[in-house]
Structures are given as structure tokens and as C-alpha cells.
């Protein structure tokens, strides 16, 4: 079992939509957990934070499950500009800690 | 103001050969890193340093050297070129501890081709 794994998409779905991806972690000692999207040859960049209780950033709510290991993105009403490779990134206790980014989940908007 | 810079965007070199990639950082953060992203777009970080201390070193080839002068700056020299060694090297940083939790900027990439 890969240590961090999302479903690879792509997710073409219209303007305006709902889109969930999930990201599931085989560490349950993992103890810090993102999300980054990455536009077509461009560098990660920061998305959300994930934390215990959930998190909500305007159109973005991040989720943590940690019985059943998984982290999901939900965004709402989805914009063109929303189409990018979304990473989930799983981080141990320290600094010193493996850090492992997902392969990434494409999403694509249409207009 | 670019936070996290790296030099140069693009490499072409030939196997064999031995190049340097720079990174600087202007946020103040006490951690950098060395990823690579290969083509199938897998990001695997390769090394981590804190306040110029080595942390993470990944199972990467001892061709690969990475070397922190400062807090704000930590290039990688690679010897003896590889075609495998092809991918996209990205640098980034972040502030270990409080309450940031590790959130990491990333610099634009360095797209190396080894021919």
C-alpha cells in the first residue's frame, strides 16, 4: 500500500459544481496534513492547512478523518480557475519527519 | 519580491557532467528542502535542512550533495550527471514550529535536461 494515495482523476466537471477528492495515509502517527495545488509547470503552492476539526477557507473545506486515515478537499461552486493537480501532503511528528506528497488528483472545470 | 528564488529555471548539460542548482529564501524561515519532481509529476523530497543542520536525507544517490551556507540559502550540486537525473528540482522552505506547521513555499523549479 502506498503511504499517501489519491485517485489520479482527471475530474472534468462543469463550472459551477460541487468536486470532493480524498487522500488516504497508511501512517496513523501522521501528524500534519495539507493541501497544495499545482498548476501545468508551475510550483506547488499552499492551498489549506488541514487541522483536527476541520477547516473552511471561502469556497474550500479541508476534512481529517483520522480513524479511517483520510483527508478530503471539497470545493464549492467551482471557477475555471479551480483547474490545477490538487497534492495532499502527510508530514509525521517533527521537522525531522518523512514528508510525503500524493501523486496528485487533476481537476478539470468546464465551462 | 520572489520569497523562495532558484537559479538557473533551466539546465541542459551533457552525463557526465557536475552542476550546481541555488536556492535563496527571503521569508526568514529556519527549514529548507530539495524535492524532485520526476515526469510522471511524482514530487519525492530528496533533503531538509534546519538552521543549516541536516535532517531529512532521503535514499538519494551520493552524487547528490546538498550544502546550506546559511540559514536563508541551500544550493545542490550534482557530479557525475545522469539521463535519470532529468526532472524538475523544486527548493522550498518553511517555519518550524510556532503554530505554522510546516507549511511550505516553493521556489519556481529548476526543469533539469541531461542529454
Known amino acids: 500500500r502506498k503511504e499517501v494515495e489519491q485517485d489520479p482523476g482527471p475530474f472534468n466537471v462543469p463550472e459551477g459544481a460541487t468536486v470532493a477528492f480524498n487522500c488516504t495515509y497508511s501512517n496513523s502517527a501522521s501528524q500534519s496534513f495539507f493541501w497544495y495545488r499545482q498548476d501545468c509547470r508551475k510550483e506547488p503552492k499552499l492551498l489549506m492547512s488541514?487541522?483536527?476539526s476541520g477547516n473552511e477557507d471561502g469556497r474550500f473545506t479541508a476534512q481529517l478523518n483520522r480513524a479511517s486515515q483520510y483527508i478530503s478537499l471539497l470545493i464549492r461552486d467551482s471557477k475555471l480557475s479551480d483547474s490545477a493537480t490538487y497534492l495532499c501532503?502527510?508530514?509525521?511528528?517533527?521537522?525531522?519527519?518523512?514528508?510525503?506528497f500524493g501523486s496528485g488528483t487533476r481537476l478539470s472545470i468546464r465551462p | 519580491d520572489t520569497a523562495v528564488s532558484q537559479t538557473p529555471k533551466y539546465l541542459v548539460t551533457q552525463m557526465g557532467n557536475d552542476k550546481s542548482i541555488k536556492c535563496e529564501q527571503n521569508l526568514g524561515h529556519d527549514t529548507m528542502y530539495w524535492y524532485k519532481q520526476d515526469s510522471k509529476k511524482f514530487l519525492k523530497i530528496m533533503f531538509s535542512y534546519n538552521n543549516k543542520e541536516l535532517i531529512i536525507n532521503e535514499t538519494v544517490p551520493n552524487r547528490f550533495s546538498p550544502k546550506s551556507p546559511d540559514k536563508a540559502h541551500l544550493n545542490l550540486h550534482i557530479n557525475s550527471l545522469e539521463l535519470g537525473d532529468s526532472a524538475v528540482y523544486f527548493c522550498?522552505?518553511?517555519?518550524?514550529?510556532?503554530?505554522?506547521?510546516?507549511?511550505?513555499?516553493f521556489g519556481p523549479g529548476t526543469r533539469l535536461t541531461v542529454t
Open positions: 501532503v502527510v508530514q509525521g511528528y517533527s521537522s525531522a519527519s518523512k514528508i510525503i
Open positions: 488541514v487541522y483536527s
Open positions: 522550498a522552505s518553511s517555519q518550524v514550529g510556532g503554530g505554522s506547521s510546516y507549511e511550505q513555499y
